[in-house]
């Protein structure tokens, strides 16, 4: 005999489910973006911590301490780097800003004749740089109301600095409890699965690791190497602080265009203060490696660890940073392999329909 309650159970059964899973997923919110870079630089960098493990006779604790050492020395090393060379460009244009104000400083001669903005460019260099003291007398000038925009602009920024760099060591903490436990996560979430999707959840779960350790080799090698080949080009046209402008023109390029368009304007700064070989140089050189670095390089090397078409790759990569930021880089490649298993999995679920309809 049917239980009669039987629907109503399992509404009440689904209802509860949904609930535990939404109040935690709610009490987690602040920590979810931590979480998920936890375990995608976990998935990226398991081989290494494979090897670490086999060089400390399999001792998980320690080996997984060393491993997050590693990825931390990887991750916060070129932070930090940038961070002095960032250091030294803000030194010397402090420098330049009191020099100007102690003497004044000569107008370039090239910056009249920029095109669209030359001409504010020249008025505003008149007002404030040209002459002694003006930026003394700016500063004096609603002293109050000044003090309390700065005031507000630096705690925005410090607070979103504290924000990132917060988010950064919870995830290299939450990291080193994914390699030391990572076996027994792994089985907890493939029993899991399999409970829930049945034979579904292997062709699914197979292909996340190798596409996620694409798309990681994808943004870390291919940005790092864009951003130093940029700051030496940089240099050798003679543009002041290449390396800021060569690690900003590398991480902007995951914006598409935005790149070549700080090219463009760097160039026809040169161009103007009569550098023309330098601007054709660097204009030319800079495109030419933007993109061949972004819609070259970084597609093929993704598309070698999750066998997508090269464009499926290239609307996954610029897809997902649109829509999801920079984490979208690794996600969205990601979201099209399951996309593409979906669809293997729905023809192989047809051809198995029309075999049988033939058979009978």
Known sequence: MADPLRQPK??????????????????????????????????AFWPMHVWVMRKTANRPATAALLTTLLVALLLVGPMIGLLIFALGDILSLTAFLNIADASGHPEPPWLRNLPLVGSYLHDKWQQYLSRPDQISLILQDSVTNRLNVIQGTVQTLLVDVMERVATLFFALWVLFFIFRDGPTLAATVNRIGNQWLGRRWSPYVSHLPSAMRASVNGLVIVSFAEAVLLAALYAMCGVPGAVLFGTFTAIIAFIPMAAPAVLAVVGVILFTAGESAAAIGLVVAGVLLVMLADYLVRPLLIQDGTHLPFLAVLFGVFGGVITLGIVGLIIGPVMLVLLDVFFDEASHIERLSSAADEDS
Request: charged letters at 0%; proline letters at 3%; zero cysteines.
């Open 10 to 43: 399992s509404l009440v059964s689904m209802l509860f489910t949904v609930f535990i899973i939404a109040g935690a997923m709610w009490v987690l919110s602040p920590f979810l973006l931590s979480l998920l870079w936890a375990a995608i630089i976990g998935l």
